[in-house]
């Protein structure tokens, strides 16, 4: 009795090594199969841009006209801003406005605190939502959009819209025939057409 349970012990052990090894050599397999395939895709990688380099220019037109565009957000200039409805097609209003519009979830603070906990697992930095110096915390995503309009008088006011705005850097109308905004003066911000332009 005791030789059987001794060998079923020493098959069991040995069944349980062989189950073992095997699952070590899958293992070392898949890893093989992965180191293989990151080799090959590093290949193709490099023969592509061996033969189609990413281009190089001395001057790019789009750089050009984003560092414009923030200069004229920066500085504030003129503008016609229009609110829209989601799904009609003319605005509900429009104003002649300061600037470009700003989102609400636009904060002069950093919104997220970055916190280090050293709980179970041997803790982690975790993001945190930190209180705006008003007392509130900016929401996550929002259509809500703040516009400066400017008054009959000149006077500047904010106007809160939680739809869709579009804004043009030119004083212009609505053009309810063709439903679209028309330009009623020229550029209030000078943006270049072309190198050396």
């Known amino acids: 009795m005791k030789t059987r349970t001794v060998k079923a012990s020493i098959a069991a052990v040995g069944a349980a090594l062989a189950s073992l090894l095997l699952t070590a050599s899958a293992c070392d397999s898949a890893s093989d199969s992965q180191k293989q395939e990151s080799t090959q895709q590093e290949a193709i990688s490099q023969q592509l841009v061996k033969n189609q380099p990413l281009p190089q220019f001395s001057y790019s037109q789009m750089r050009q006209n984003l560092g414009e565009i923030e200069t004229a957000q920066a500085k504030g200039v003129q503008t ?17 406005s300061i600037g470009v519009p700003i989102p609400n979830t636009s904060s002069l603070s950093n919104p997220i605190a970055v916190e280090h906990h050293s709980g179970t697992d041997n803790g982690g930095n975790v993001g945190v939502g930190q209180m705006d110096p008003n007392g509130t915390y900016v929401p996550q995503s929002s259509t809500g959009t703040y516009v400066l309009c400017i008054d009959a008088t000149g006077t500047p006011y904010a ?15 609505w053009d ?14 000078k ?6 332009g």
């Open 80 to 96: 016609t801003s229009f609110f829209f409805n989601q799904g009609v097609v003319d605005p509900l209003m429009s104003c002649p």
């Open 159 to 173: 106007f809160y819209w939680e739809g869709f705005v579009s804004t043009v850097f030119a004083p212009a109308k």
């Open 176 to 189: 309810t025939v063709a439903h679209q905004v028309k330009l009623t003066g020229p550029a209030s911000f």
């Open 191 to 196: 943006f270049t057409v072309k190198q050396g």
